[in-house]
């Protein structure tokens, strides 16, 4: 059943959660810090990046991710569901309105 007060944002879920191995390296995008209300970044497991707070690992893996969300990029979920770019599954945002 439809709910019209509240409206549904359809995105990737690597919009909330992601992670990948950049040479041997595991890069994980999420909440950051972990305890923040509000706010994503990516982190890494290796020497540079706890050092510098960036690395080029996670440079690497910004372009790897999708974060499709579809009212920053347009476009809708496919027909059986699943993100438009990347293929993997979505999920919705809801915001009460
Ligand atoms: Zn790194
Ligand atoms: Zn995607």
Redesign the pocket.
Known sequence: MPDFNVEAHWC???VRHWQAKVEGHLVYWGPFPPQAAYGYGMICDCKGYRFRGTCRHVKQAEEMR???QAFVHGDEPTEDGK?P????P?TAERYAV
């Open positions: 990737c879920e690597t999708c974060g499709w993100c770019r990347c293929g993997g979505v």
